[in-house]
């Protein structure tokens, strides 16, 4: 039996699709242009690849972590300073939203590695629909999204054959912010050029102070943030060890058997973060909305 | 495998790996340059100028190379694994608290933990039996004290009590405190620093003594002559122990100490003071 459409006016349907989600904890959500990620996206990596029938694209942001936490160890920040399982939420129940608000067949955009490309790439650039949605602009900080009110956000998409209104990108990028400007012109670095442990980021700042060049080692990030690498790498080097100790360090000692509870406990943020780019970011540490704190004096101050 | 595929299926090889390798990985997403802000202006010609540093998929790849996009994602992931380290994550563990990263000041924490082989051998060489080590540690007679720490605790509780009775001479903590912190800034003058050795040839007088707390107080290693040794036996011991300086008397009786150790310089390579 074919289903029966009813009328749907896409400026009402948009509206109550963006109220959803800040209804539901988002601070920010957008629509990209499709048309727009295609061409961008390489082939494979579309949303069209994803959903053959999509028509839009719905991208949504939810904050990071307390005002508190930017004072804890560096150890420790990972394990409370990631977000995005929330954003994740808000996504999944949005689809089943438009699903049974406005019928129209809707998913939510895993953000989970292509399994046919192996790790490091994802299905799909939440990234790159987030900064066309106009929710976020890439930063020197190895093109972390930045928004100038809310700071830095974890970011969902959802996919819908709902035909909406595309979104711009945002006017202005807020990286770099002045102090970050400052700091360059005296010792040509930024902050989160400055502090990362591993010296991933590099960059050189426009005479206007706009971003001229940003240059990312993911590689050397990624040694900070993916521990999951490490994993197999412990059990090579208990295969290649040559007597019983170094078998026994290289599957128990301190390092390596934390791996294996955070395995256990089966939550990626334990294996991943390193925030210290963040951490001195004045963007996402300072923006008028970046954290509850901030955003409840907003309020108050409403 | 990709895709069930082994290795070979795919028709990769270790020769494969090493030709391709590092273009592969250059022209993947691990090394990303943008310049400007061409997303977020939808300048698509200047986004698909750039494409390349941005890092290509590997089907991108596979298509500048002539390799198919499954030989790319082997060598992509296996260079990702090949050239990934470890132990980087440790360095966020004195992060934080308002300690931030500093590229001048680190120090890779394995460098820290650099000994000599011989310092190895030497550590090796010193075994406690464990029920002793355990007992001792129990009863709170090894608790962790040093030399260089007993005596600053001494000097602080008990800086006029007698340290050292020689002859009619007495020393107090405190002076003899005074005459360590001297001679160990004299060592660090000339260059003495941890685990170098210093040769003691001394009677048993007061500056024994106080060249050994001297030269722990640096973490040097202290090397004793007898006094009845002469300029072979000194030459040997010197030699064998590498030592940078060595303490004697100018003379005892007929022994011209001194001018001995002075003369066994040249022969003594590593014998600088």
């Known amino acids: 039996m074919a289903r029966k459409k009813r009328d749907i006016d896409p400026a009402e349907a948009k509206t109550a699709i963006l109220e959803y989600c800040k209804r539901k904890g988002a601070l920010v959500a957008g629509i990209a242009d499709l048309a727009a990620i295609e061409r961008i996206c390489p082939p494979g990596y579309r949303p069209g690849d994803l959903m053959p029938r999509v028509k839009s694209v719905i991208s949504l942001g939810v904050g990071g972590q307390t005002q508190g936490a930017w004072s804890v160890p560096a150890k420790a920040l990972g394990y409370f300073g990631s977000t995005e399982s929330r954003a994740y939420t808000i996504a999944y129940g949005l689809a089943f939203y438009i699903e049974n608000k406005f019928t129209t067949p809707t998913i939510y955009c895993p953000p989970d590695m292509d399994p046919d490309a192996g790790p490091r790439v994802p299905l799909q650039s939440l990234k790159v629909h987030a900064e066309l949605a106009g929710i976020g602009a890439r930063s020197l900080a190895g093109d972390i999204l930045l928004h100038p009110e809310f700071g830095y956000m974890y970011f969902a998409s959802v996919f819908t054959e709902l035909e909406l209104e595309p979104d711009k990108p945002l006017e202005t990028n807020p990286c770099p912010a002045p102090s970050c400007v400052s700091m360059y012109r005296q010792i040509g670095q930024t902050p989160c050029m400055k502090f990362c442990p ?105 | 495998m990709a895709r069930g595929l082994t290795r070979q299926q795919i028709g990769i090889t270790e020769e494969m790996i090493e030709t391709f390798g590092d273009t592969v990985f250059g022209m993947s997403h691990n090394h990303q340059i943008r310049e400007g802000d061409p997303y977020r202006l939808l300048d698509e010609a200047e986004i698909e100028r750039q494409r390349e540093n941005m890092g290509l998929s590997d089907q991108q790849i596979a298509t500048r190379i002539g390799l198919t996009r499954h030989q790319v994602l082997y060598i992509r992931t296996i260079l990702e694994r090949r050239r990934f380290h470890t132990g980087h994550f440790v360095r966020l563990l004195d992060l934080g608290g308002g300690r931030r990263f500093r590229t001048e000041r680190f120090t890779p924490h394995l460098d820290h933990f650099r000994f000599s082989e011989d310092a190895l051998d030497l550590r090796a060489a010193m075994s406690y039996p464990p029920a002793l080590a355990r007992i001792y540690a ?104 590498s030592a940078k300086a060595v303490i004697c008397l100018s003379t005892a009786k007929d022994y011209a100490a001194a001018k001995q150790m002075l003369g066994l310089k040249s022969k003594c390579p590593k014998l600088a003071h």
């Open chain 2, 138 to 241: 129990q009863k709170g007679w090894w608790a962790g004290d040093t030399l260089s720490l007993w005596l600053s605790r001494h000097v602080v509780e008990r800086a006029e009590a007698p340290a050292i009775k020689a002859g009619r001479t007495t020393l107090t903590y405190g002076e003899l405190g005074a005459k360590v912190d001297g001679l160990a800034a004299g060592f660090h003058e000339l260059g003495i620093a941890y685990g170098d050795v210093v040769a003691v040839q001394l009677p048993n007088i007061a500056e024994f003594l106080i060249t050994y707390l001297a030269i722990a107080r640096l973490g040097a290693v202290m090397q004793t002559i007898h006094m009845t040794y002469r300029a072979a036996e000194c030459e040997t011991l010197l030699g064998h122990a």
């Open chain 1, 198 to 302: 591993v010296q991933c980021l590099t960059g050189e700042v426009a005479d206007d102070g706009t971003q001229k060049i940003m240059r990312y080692d993911m590689a050397a990030c990624a040694e900070m943030t993916q521990q999951f690498e490490t994993v197999p790498a412990a059990i090579m080097e208990a295969i290649k060890a040559t007597d019983e100790p170094a078998r026994e360090d290289a599957l128990f000692d301190p390092d390596n058997k934390m791996l294996w509870y955070k395995m256990s406990v089966g939550s990626g943020g334990l294996l991943a973060q390193c925030f210290e780019c963040m951490r001195v970011c004045p963007i996402a540490t300072k923006a008028p909305l970046a954290d509850p704190i901030l955003r409840a004096e907003a309020k108050a101050a409403e």
